[in-house]
């Protein structure tokens, strides 16, 4: 019985990963594209917070061109500022 039900949310991942991944490719250039798959590599929720920020503004419209490279580092160093300024002192 679990097989019938499982299909249609397979199906709707699948089409739910083909739109990210088309928005993506419309929204990255290659180079970004490729650095955020190395990124995945290393650090998959640092590549899925990026993926995220970019598919929001390319839905909301405020994407006038495709990130490229460089664009794509400096959203890299931004988010990985922020986690390094967390500090843990032990008494």
Do not use: F, H
């Not at 190395?38 to 993926?51: D, F, G, Q, T, Y």
């Amino acid at each position: 019985m679990a097989e019938p039900s499982r299909k249609p949310l397979d199906n709707q991942a699948a089409d739910k990963k083909m739109m990210r991944e088309g928005i993506l490719r419309m929204a990255l250039t290659s180079e970004a594209r490729q650095r955020l798959a190395n990124v995945k590599m290393v650090k998959p929720e640092l590549a899925n917070s990026i993926e995220e920020y970019v598919i929001q503004l390319a839905s909301s419209g405020q994407l006038k061109s495709a990130l490229d490279d460089e664009q794509v580092k400096q959203m890299l160093l931004s988010l990985q500022e922020k986690k390094r300024e967390i500090k843990i002192r032990r008494l």
